[in-house]
């Protein structure tokens, strides 16, 4: 049942703007299964698909996102499934079809069970997770899952337990200049390289570490100014990513880049604004190494497969910072094994997703138990 779920899922094309279709079957298939779903519509990009089961005291939000991103070159496998003894292709497979199929599968077991054996869970499938998390976001903003104590989040990572994340920040950079003939350079500043001198520096700027997120960075993500004919260009505009750690802010990173200037004796005007998005920012956030949700999972893991899951930590973002931030409740990570993510020939490991379903569903059981009830 759940390698077929998997080819499914997988079948459907769900680029970030297009899901309609997977959200449409997410829903149907938990109806199917007796389940009670509602629908969050988001303008233009699908529905948030939730279902709620009654348990114990304790809420678990499981939560995976149903988009991709687009399809690339370069593929020599089919990229709507294509199976090679334990590795399943397809687009979006590992990032995110595998652990959605495994939180399906392990939500729909726990259903089963009776009430007085499992927490509150609450399923949760989102879309735009790939492009503003508006889908994550949505779920926060109306309240949905408001009651939550704790979010498990099944994106892929080989079957380690992730314990936060950094964060992001984009600024965008507008550099003015003063025009001036090409024939004398002089005569002006040329914005074009006033701001690449500024974006190729900033990677060196010192930046916060931290014990557990490691150290932010910078990395130019567009640029541009063209010349008005033979003249020095006079305007020129970047896009930077920020990735952050706990402790920098937007404040800290706007000083950075205003330092750097003043160091690099910048000639042009640089105006230093936040990118428009249209959800918030994504702060970084760490869930505690004695989290009873995290040590719990943890000992499930091993009770079942013989070994102790590796610890981890993001290096990028996704819709657990959201949760992570601004639901404020734990937010763990933990999904299969597999590789490729955005790229040609993306694939998940059939039995690592068998892995995760189970170890989802003994951490339900454990959760609704009086034990694994204790704080």
């Known amino acids: 049942m759940l390698d077929e779920l998997l080819r499914e899922l997988v079948s459907i094309p769900s680029r970030f703007g297009e899901e309609d279709r997977i959200s449409q079957f997410v829903g149907s298939y938990l109806e199917e299964h007796g389940l009670p779903v509602e629908y969050q519509e988001i303008e233009g990009f699908g529905s948030n698909v939730i279902s709620r089961i009654k348990g114990k ?27 090679d003894g334990d590795r399943f292709y397809g687009l979006g497979s590992a990032d995110m079809k595998g652990g959605l199929a495994a939180i399906i599968a392990a939500f729909v077991e726990v259903s089963m069970l009776p009430r007085k054996k499992r927490p509150t869970v609450v ?28 979010v498990f ?12 994340a950094r964060g992001r920040f984009v600024l965008h950079l507008k550099a003015h200049g003063r025009k001036a003939h090409a024939a004398r350079p002089e005569e002006g500043i040329n914005a074009i390289e006033e701001l690449s001198r500024l974006t190729s520096y900033l990677p060196t700027v010192r930046m916060k570490t931290h014990r557990r997120l490691g150290r932010g960075s910078y990395c130019t993500l567009y640029i541009h100014g063209e010349a008005d ?11 930077v990513d920020r990735h ?18 003043e160091k690099l004796g910048i000639k042009a005007n640089v105006e230093v604004s936040r990118f428009n998005r249209p959800t918030p920012e994504m702060p970084p956030y760490v ?38 931030a601004y639901l404020r409740v734990p937010t ?23 892995r995760v379903q189970k170890t989802y569903v ?14």
């Open 362 to 375: 003994e951490l339900m059981k454990t959760l609704g138990s009086s034990r694994g009830m204790l704080t």
């Open 244 to 261: 952050v750690v706990i402790g920098e802010d937007w404040d800290r990173i706007e000083a950075e880049v205003r330092a750097a200037m």
């Open 57 to 83: 005291r304790t809420t678990v939000v499981l939560n995976g996102h149903m988009d991709t991103v687009g399809l690339s070159d370069g593929w020599t496998r089919n990229p709507w499934g294509e199976v």
């Open 287 to 324: 869930v505690r190494d004695n989290n009873r949700f995290a040590s719990t999972l943890i000992k499930v893991y091993k009770s079942l497969w013989g070994e102790e899951p590796r610890k981890t930590y993001g290096k990028s973002v996704g819709d657990f910072n959201y949760f992570g």
């Open 123 to 150: 399923f949760t499938a989102v879309v735009d997770e790939e492009g503003y998390s508006r889908g994550a976001w949505r779920l926060i903003e109306s309240g949905s899952i408001k009651d939550a104590d704790v």
């Open 332 to 354: 763990i990570v933990f999904g299969p094994k597999g590789s490729n993510w955005h790229a040609a020939d993306e694939w998940v490991s059939l039995s690592s997703v068998q």
């Open 153 to 164: 989040v099944a994106e892929p990572t080989n079957e380690a337990v992730m314990l936060g």
């Open 229 to 239: 004919g033979l003249s020095v260009p006079d305007y020129a505009e970047a896009i």
